[in-house]
């Protein structure tokens, strides 16, 4: 069974086009995550959900859209692609309990490589 | 300012020692967490330990541990008895606060092969 799983695993798209890349995690965790993973191995966050509610958005271009229509999904959409997009992009999800919710990690899925040409 | 460094930008080690992957990290907060991840070349990200700010005694899980020096703000994995299937990129990361903020800052990596 997979606890976080992302679709497609692979992206291969021109410049200035639109892409969706969509995560489900099947563990009942309330919060779910987007990561950027840069060519160099580098990893940050770049928008969390709560309960369907944004609580994080670090300095991310607004070609960047996360949607999350349940708290099992949360997906990315990307306008206007540009060269720079190519990376790894991790979807996550956590399980927080109210102040003591540092106990638990975070579960990724297995990325999604975006390559725009 | 970095928030967590990993100084080691790769490593080896023989089959069946021990080796320390080594993690410092900044913050002012008192509650935090620390969290190693294991990324193998497969690419998906695999949590391995976690250590809260306020336990007492360093993480343990099977043959990974953290070494946790609060005082120096370091939290250094130690992987007994490395094996093959070991040899990967290693991430520490930090998350500060009890909000909603639940964000986790990684460190650069220390990419770690094992040796027969």
């Known amino acids: 069974d997979t606890a976080v799983s992302q679709t497609p695993k692979y992206l291969v798209t021109q410049m200035g086009n639109d892409k969706s890349i969509k995560c489900e995690q099947n563990?009942?965790?309330?919060?779910m995550y987007w990561y950027k993973q840069d060519s160099k191995k580098f990893l940050k966050i770049m928008f969390s959900?709560?309960?369907?509610?944004?609580?994080i958005n670090e300095t991310v271009p607004n070609r960047f859209s996360p949607k999350s229509p349940d708290k099992a999904h949360l997906n990315l959409h990307i306008n206007s692609l540009e060269l720079g997009d190519s990376a790894v992009y991790f979807c996550a999800s956590s399980q927080d309990i109210g102040g003591q919710g540092l106990a638990y990690g975070q579960y990724f899925g297995p990325g999604t490589r975006l390559t725009v040409t | 300012a970095q928030k967590i460094t990993q100084t080691q930008p790769g490593m080896f080690v023989q089959e069946k020692e021990a080796v320390t992957l080594d993690c410092t990290y900044d913050?002012?907060?008192?509650?935090?967490?620390l969290f190693w991840y294991k990324q193998p070349s497969s690419g998906e990200m695999i949590f391995l330990i976690y250590?809260?700010?306020?336990?007492?005694q360093n993480a343990t899980e099977g043959r990974y541990s953290l070494n946790f020096q609060k005082a120096r703000k370091s939290a250094n994995l130690v992987i007994s008895a490395s094996q093959l299937g070991d040899s990967a990129m290693y991430f520490c990361?930090?998350?500060?606060?009890?909000?909603?903020?639940?964000?986790?800052?990684f460190g650069s990596g220390t990419r770690l092969l094992v040796r027969p």
């Open positions: 959900y709560n309960n369907k509610e944004l609580i």
């Open positions: 563990l009942g965790h309330d919060t």
């Open positions: 250590q809260g700010s306020y336990d007492q």
């Open positions: 913050t002012s907060d008192p509650s935090y967490g």
């Open positions: 990361a930090m998350r500060e606060g009890v909000d909603s903020s639940y964000k986790l800052i």
